[in-house]
């Protein structure tokens, strides 16, 4: 499938092809709305979290 490629690059290559075929269903539904069609990532909802300008000086101190 991958002549070029090593052993470790080819299985690391399936597992990816294996994990976006896993997710197909998820990517179509966000390729629906336009706020999530250009996106890169999709991650659940309060897997980030964005600190107020005070609350990210007061960590940096």
Do not use: F, N
């Not at 976006?20 to 999530?36: D, L």
């Amino acid at each position: 499938m991958y002549p070029g490629l090593d052993s470790v690059a080819r299985e690391t290559k399936q597992k990816s092809i294996y994990y976006w075929r896993k997710m197909s269903a998820e990517v179509e539904r966000a390729c629906i709305s336009s706020k999530t069609s250009s996106m890169k990532k999709l991650r659940p909802m309060g897997t980030a979290t964005v600190l107020s300008r005070g609350t990210e000086l007061q960590l940096v101190e």
